[in-house]
């Protein structure tokens, strides 16, 4: 049964800017460092991420389903990715997300040939 961490919450929620529902979750403090740590690059679109700022390659703490959606904040629903991608997802679904990055990018490729 995963606990609440309010410490890991309050963590995401100052960084984000966003507020995070009191929901029960298994993310630690230490979880959230080391995974904030080892995220290289954006899943999404391979930029290379970096730790400070609030830049459009800063790294964002993104749930793969969104809270709003039903998702839950949890390990397996958690992840780093680019602050570009975090503002184009926002709640979307992520086959949803890959759909509007494909189709911007057929939108580019078309108006560019
Ligand atoms: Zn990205």
């Keep these: 049964m995963v606990q609440v961490n309010a410490t890991a919450k309050k963590q995401i929620a100052k960084r984000d800017g966003i507020t995070v529902p009191n929901v ?17 690059t954006c899943i999404y679109c391979n930029i290379e991420l970096c730790n400070f700022g609030r830049k459009k390659n800063s790294k964002a703490c993104d749930h793969i389903i969104a809270i709003s959606k039903g998702g839950q904040h949890v390990k397996t629903n958690v992840h780093f990715i680019c602050e570009k991608c975090n503002m184009i997802k926002r709640n979307l679904l992520e086959i949803d997300f890959i759909n509007t990055k494909l189709q911007n990018l057929l939108n580019i490729n078309i108006s560019s040939n």
């Design 24 to 40: 029960p979750t298994d993310i630690t403090s230490t979880y959230l460092v080391n995974l904030f740590n080892q995220t290289k």
